[in-house]
Structures are given as C-alpha cells and as structure tokens.
C-alpha cells in the first residue's frame, strides 16, 4: 500500500511552520533577554522570557524532528514526534487548567519573587532604577507594602502626579500608595483570557499534527507490512 503523498507533504508543512513558528519565538524571546530596555524587576516577578526560550527552543526540536520523520518516512522519528506532541498537550492542558481554577497561586507566586527584592534600599542601583521606571509607569510605589519598602527614602518616582490614583502624603510629599505588584497582578488576571486562548489554539495545533503523524505512521507501517518495526 502506498504512503498518502497528500499526508505526508502536509505533515512536512505543518512541521515546518512549527518549526519557524519555534524559530521566530526564540528569536524574539532571546531579543527581549539582551535588550537594554529590559526591567529587572518584572524579569524576576515574571520570568516569560526564559519560558518562552524554551519553548521556541523545544518548538524548534520538535518541527525539525516531525520533518525528518515525514519526509524520509521514518516510523521511530514520526512516533517519537507524536509522543512529544502528547506530552506537550497534557502538560498545555493541565497548565490551562491550574491558571482558570488557581489563580491565586501564581498570585502568591508573584508577590513572594517581589517580596525576595525588600528592603529596595538594600538592592543595587540598577534594581533601584528598574523599580522607579515601573512605579513611573504603573503609578505605584514600592513593591509588596507601598512607600514603606523604601525605608525612610522615598525616590520621586512615587510622587502622586495622578490624583485619580490613591495616594497619602508622607514627609511633605503625596506619593502613591498602592504596591506595584497589586498592578502587576492585575495586568496578569486582566491577560488571562487572551493566554488561555493562546494556548487552546496551540492545543488545536497540537491535535493536528499528533492526528498527521498517526495517520502517516499507520500508513507507512502497512506499506511496510506486518513484520516490519
């Protein structure tokens, strides 16, 4: 019986955007590693970059590995390539899963990494100057408490230039009173729904190729004949 030429070029090409889909990922991620423009503090809250080098990484992997498999027709590669998918689908499900039902815990996550960061005016001055940026930008000072994670030196980037913000007045200055991982956890739950609709289409994407690459197992293994490997 011969091998379904439509399956298997239509495999190759999903294995090849997955594999530039892995390539344009770690490209950008790695991007986002090396930048001067990257904060420290949000790297250590929400270390993405590093997950999502991973994941281009092993997205790389995988689509260079389910080419191999069909184009030369390889059983063992094409299995192997359609177990990983497997494994990739549980872990993507059951991620999904624990970020809709248990939210707090990535919450709590968060809040201790920035809790490791106190006292601010103990840290090094490019932390310093990383945590006035994103209490400039978010409107936010200090980091788990408010003011008083600076100690006794409040730096002008907690100064309460939006008065729609809450703010208190401290040492003769109005400073925002809200801590920056308040902000920060709420930027996380407010892009919640487009994460999980993220990962839902790379589910779907994942259910395709396991489903090419059975198909074009199955295929070769009958054009091979029952006693063949």
Known sequence: ??????????????????????????????????????????????????????????????????????????????????????????????????????????????????????????????????????EAELKCCGLAKGPEDWGGAIPSSCNCNDTSQPCKTIAGHMVYTTPCSTLIIRVLEDNMVVVLGIAFAIAILLIFGMAFAMTLYCQIGKKEGPTTA
């Open 1 to 134: 019986m011969a091998v379904n030429k439509t399956i298997k070029y239509l495999l190759f090409f999903f294995n090849f955007l997955f594999w530039v889909s892995g390539c344009i990922i770690l490209g950008v991620s790695i991007y986002l590693k090396v930048s001067k423009d990257g904060n420290a503090v949000t790297g250590e809250a929400l270390p993405g970059v590093d997950l999502m080098i991973a994941i281009g990484v092993i997205i790389m992997l995988l689509g260079f590995l389910g080419c191999c498999g069909a184009i030369r027709e390889n059983r063992c590669l094409l299995l192997l390539f359609f177990i990983s998918l497997l494994l990739i689908f549980i872990l993507l499900l059951a991620a999904g899963i624990l970020a809709a039902v248990d939210k707090d815990k990535v919450n709590d996550w968060t809040k201790e990494r920035l809790n490791d960061l106190l006292p601010l005016q103990d840290q090094t001055a490019e932390i310093k100057t990383d945590v006035q940026k994103l």
